[in-house]
């Protein structure tokens, strides 16, 4: 491995490793009141000893009108920090860095009237969503309650934020101009939505804290994709981790022997447009190939998802040479399945200990 074991400067933090855990609901735990239990806990530290070197915390509401499910973490009260702050000490006892994703479904969510930048149909995961536009009332609350949730973020210790901004959820409804039809400035200027609660929460926290952002790498375009990257970058925002953005409305282009998945090509080119770090993510299911896009696509960091969630200790058992398991893209992580029974880990068990 050239790269994957080379340390990476975030902010202030030197990260050991090029390897980041990036969010990853798990919907089996909780209930309606978002609050960490023991098992958020255990896991979050069995990722930390794991060996990664950056782990973000899943989707974490900043309103409860907000969830994607009904059992979905939650930030938006104050109460849910102690719960919070027990992840954080635990991750911290394994000298990880652990930033918290914070999160807003917009009319991706569960609510009975959900909301969107303006009037808009959709189908998601095969339900008819029908958002109804934001007052500009609404639209501020919420820029609050993205505020609010970082306050708590810092109060319950984790070294930063990464602000979700793609897969389809609220602030990618913002930025995709095929969704955010608004006549105000929020609609002349999509980016303004999450600037705002940028501006803010850089001033509403000290300059060590991480501001991150998981932004779509097709938001429709790439090249608006790139436009935001500068812009986001000019106003603060420490490192970019680029996935896709409102999947129904984005139009991803790459040259047609690119050797990488078309996202991963996505974060190539914003980094070829940024000076902070950006990072990879999607399918990378090995280390050889997890170095192999380091080195020919110049990210600073790569994502390691279900390769995680097979195995805990994916990061060193790469740095050994050991077997990392392997995903076998089987969705059962997706359908509120316990991450103890994902097959993949179960099949990864049994090699260890035939
Ligand atoms: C079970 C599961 C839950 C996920 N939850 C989130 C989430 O909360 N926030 C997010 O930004 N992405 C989420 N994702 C997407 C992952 O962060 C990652 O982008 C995706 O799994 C692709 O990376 P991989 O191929 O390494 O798994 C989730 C993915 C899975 C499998
Ligand atoms: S093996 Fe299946 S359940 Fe396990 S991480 Fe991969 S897709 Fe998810």
Redesign the pocket.
């Known amino acids: 491995m050239n790269q994957l074991f080379t340390p990476v400067e975030i902010k202030n933090i030197t990260v050991k490793n090029r390897i980041a855990v ?4 798990v919907y089996t735990w909780s209930d309606d009141t978002g609050h960490v239990t023991q098992k958020h806990i255990d896991h979050y530290e069995a990722i930390a000893k794991g060996g990664a070197g950056l782990i973000i915390q ?2 974490t509401c900043v309103n409860k009108n907000g969830r994607l499910a009904d059992t979905q973490l939650g930030i938006w009260e104050d109460v849910q920090v102690e719960g919070l702050k027990k992840i954080t000490d635990a991750v911290h006892r394994h000298k990880t860095p652990i930033l918290v ?1 914070i ?1 807003h479904a917009g009319v991706a969510g569960i609510a009975e009237n959900v909301v969107c930048p303006s009037d808009y149909e959709c189908m998601i995961k095969g339900q008819l969503k029908k958002g109804r536009e934001l007052t500009i009332e609404e639209l501020h609350a919420i820029q609050q309650d993205f505020i609010m949730a970082v306050r708590r973020a810092y109060l319950a210790g984790y070294d930063g934020v990464e602000i ?1 901004a ?2 389809s959820y609220l602030i990618s409804q913002f930025l995709n101009r095929r969704v955010n039809r608004r006549d105000d400035r929020y609609g002349q200027k999509p980016e303004l939505f999450a600037l705002e609660i940028i501006r803010e929460i850089r001033k509403q926290t000290p300059s060590d804290f991480i501001i991150g952002m ?1 932004l779509g790498g097709f938001e429709p375009t790439l090249e608006d994709a790139i436009a935001y990257a500068r812009i986001f970058e000019e106003s603060g925002v420490d490192f970019l981790d680029i ?1 896709y953005g409102f999947v129904q409305e984005s139009t991803p282009v790459v040259p047609k022997d690119y050797p990488f998945k078309d996202i991963i090509y996505a974060a190539q080119k914003i980094k070829e447009a940024v000076s902070i770090p950006v990072f990879a ?4 299911n090995s280390p050889e190939l997890a170095d192999k896009i380091l080195e020919q696509t110049k990210v600073d960091m790569v ?5 995680t ?1 097979v195995n805990y200790n994916w990061a060193n058992d790469a740095k050994e040479g050991r077997d990392v398991g392997t ?1 076998l893209y089987c969705k059962t ?2 359908w509120r399945v316990d991450p103890t029974k994902c097959p993949g880990r179960l099949k990864h068990q049994y090699n260890l200990h035939r």
């Open positions: 990036p969010p990853m609901v899943e989707g994703e999160h979700h793609c897969h998981r996935s993510v999607n399918g990378i994502d390691i998802g279900r390769g969630l995903c992580c997706m």
